[in-house]
């Protein structure tokens, strides 16, 4: 997959409301999900206790704050900003977590851009965003990332 390629906002433009597009997949396993535990102190035991948790689901799941995290990853694999001072992540909106991600599954970022606006020079962009879990009808996360870009 090629990755999108943006110089400009006249350039970021031309994508408002069109897909940016869809990255590879990335597999989730357990030991991601342990160091994660272990970085936001979040032992809960659906995440980390794999005999307990295989009550509810089977197996256990992966935080939903840490398939948040991999937002950036992924977004970098789809778009490359260039000619930039600086970017900002802004903020979330309409956030939800539709699907829980069982350890070992592969999930992949499907983006495209939601709004742009010229705030005095500054390129905000609120980009669309669905996490996907492979082989599965429900969405892990979708919602609303706003970046704020400085261009020079």
């Known amino acids: 997959m090629e990755k999108v390629v943006i110089n400009s906002y006249e350039e970021f433009e031309k994508y408002v409301g069109k897909e940016i597009g869809v990255s590879e997949y990335l597999e989730i396993p357990q030991e ?18 794999k005999e307990r948790a295989e009550s509810p689901f089977g197996q256990t799941i992966v935080h939903g704050y840490l398939t948040l995290s991999l937002l950036p990853y992924l977004w970098q694999q789809l778009i490359e900003v260039r ?28 983006a495209s851009l939601h709004s742009l606006a010229n705030l005095r020079g500054v390129c905000k962009a609120e980009i669309k965003f669905t996490l996907q879990i492979e082989n599965c009808k429900k969405y892990a996360l979708e919602g609303i990332a706003t970046f704020l870009y400085y261009f020079n």
């Open 32 to 49: 991601r999900i342990n160091m994660f535990a272990d970085a936001t102190l979040d032992h809960q035991w659906i995440h980390v206790d």
């Open 83 to 110: 000619n930039l001072k600086m970017m900002v992540n802004y903020g979330m909106d309409k956030m939800r977590f539709g699907q829980a991600v069982l350890s070992g599954q592969r999930v992949r970022l499907v």
